[in-house]
């Protein structure tokens, strides 16, 4: 019914859902995985503490062939069967600014089995001079392995930091160029 004139109406927000925390275990150590319908909104690796509390074992959930498939996308993009888990994901994390999101989708396009420097991605993020900036931004990273920031390295020598850890970012790099010189070869 429309308002009458001079009466204010008010919209009621939808309620909010809330997420769906699975924890799973893989090749790299757990993952608490987060959703929000279907699509993935977080990911922790190795979570620990009040982190790991806000996450359910998988078995704690009722049989679903959506999570069976997240899962099992995940684990065969670990186990080097796939080059991307290919999962739908959402940038819901409110403290990326426009610069963070685009320095998150410049990551996207990092092809598998290559890597690329922060000075790069800050360029095509247009920042060239922000390579800390991206640097920082990327070990917040909230969707690591759907955003492949593990493929972000440093101009000189090393692996540089990751969400996860400089060792699980050594094994992920050796999995996928190696995977990657196979495919070519």
Partial sequence: MPAERGVPTVEVAPPVEEPIRVLVPSRIGPLGVEFQRTAITRIVISPSGATR????????YEASEFL?????????????????????????????????????????RIPYGKTRTFKEIAEAAGRPESYRQVAAILERNPLPLLVPCH??????????????????????????????????A
């Fill in 151 to 184: 493929r972000v390295v440093p101009g000189k020598q090393g692996v540089g930091g990751w969400v996860g850890g400089p060792s699980r970012k050594r094994w992920l790099l050796r999995l996928e160029q190696e995977l990657a010189a196979q495919l070519t």
């Fill in 68 to 108: 069976d498939e997240v899962f099992g996308r995940l684990s065969e993009y670990l186990a080097g069967a796939r080059r991307s888990p290919d999962l739908e994901f959402e940038m819901t994390a409110p403290e990326l600014d426009s610069f963070g999101r685009r320095v998150l989708k410049e990551t996207t």
């Fill in 53 to 60: 509390r806000l996450f359910y074992p998988l078995s704690d």
